[in-house]
T-cell receptor, first 113, second 113 residues
Framework: DTAVSQTPKYLVTQMGNDKSIKCEQN?????MYWYKQDSKKFLKIMFS???????INETVPNRFSPKSPDKAHLNLHINSLELGDSAVYFC????????????FGSGTRLTVV | AQSVTQPDIHITVSEGASLELRCNYS??????LFWYVQSPGQGLQLLLK??????LVQGIKGFEAEFKRSQSSFNLRKPSVHWSDAAEYFC???????????FGTGTRLKVLA
């Protein structure tokens, strides 16, 4: 019973396409996050939602749009994909501002060709 | 500025040897500190955390870490490394009132049989 599940695990698409990544957590956590991990393994936060409210919105192109229909789900939609968007995208969740740490999903490897 | 530095990009140790991975942080308030491990193709798993109390914290898989405020460090240790410990290790820092945690650039551990 996966705690934080992301779909799809792999996504290969052409430049200019629009794609979505879905994330669901069954831990009852109140906060969810999207992180981007580049080819050098550097992790950078993109967005965070707390009880469906956007609380972190880092400097991310507006082609990226998160949506949280409820506190157990956080989706990431990407418009007009570019080569530079190729990365691994991780969803994570936490409780109590993350003081106990995050629980991460297994990642979505996005390849734009 | 808030930051996390992991000075060692790669570390190679022999199986059974002891291990220490370094982490230095810069944070304006009392930090919450974490170590995560990422196996190939997987998400990050929380090894251990510190936010108050005893400065020597125990984690899963036989790992421990020591918080040294005077040195702004939170080094990860293991007395005897197993081949299955080969992975990427990330240190992260955050604090009270923030949902955003900053990750270091990671240390890749290789274990020789």
């Amino acid at each position: 019973d996966t705690a934080v599940s992301q779909t799809p695990k792999y996504l290969v698409t052409q430049m200019g396409n629009d794609k979505s990544i879905k994330c669901e957590q069954n831990l009852g956590h109140d906060t969810m996050y999207w992180y981007k991990q580049d080819s050098k393994k550097f992790l950078k936060i993109m967005f965070s939602y707390n009880n469906k409210e956007l609380i972190i919105n880092e400097t991310v192109p507006n082609r990226f749009s998160p949506k949280s229909p409820d506190k157990a789900h956080l989706n990431l939609h990407i418009n007009s994909l570019e080569l530079g968007d190729s990365a691994v995208y991780f969803c994570a969740s936490s409780q109590d501002q993350g003081v106990y740490g995050y629980t991460f999903g297994s990642g979505t490897r996005l390849t734009v060709v | 500025a808030q930051s996390v530095t992991q000075p060692d990009i790669h570390i190679t140790v022999s199986e059974g040897a002891s291990l220490e991975l370094r982490c230095n942080y810069s944070y304006g308030a009392t930090p919450y500190l974490f170590w995560y491990v990422q196996s190939p193709g997987q998400g990050l798993q929380l090894l251990l955390k510190y936010f108050s109390g005893d400065t020597l914290v125990q984690g899963i898989k036989g790992f421990e870490a020591e918080f040294k405020r005077s040195q702004s460090s939170f080094n990860l240790r293991k007395p005897s490394v197993h081949w299955s410990d080969a992975a990427e290790y990330f240190c992260a820092v955050g604090g009270s009132g923030t949902y955003k945690y900053i990750f270091g650039t990671g240390t890749r551990l290789k274990v020789l049989a």
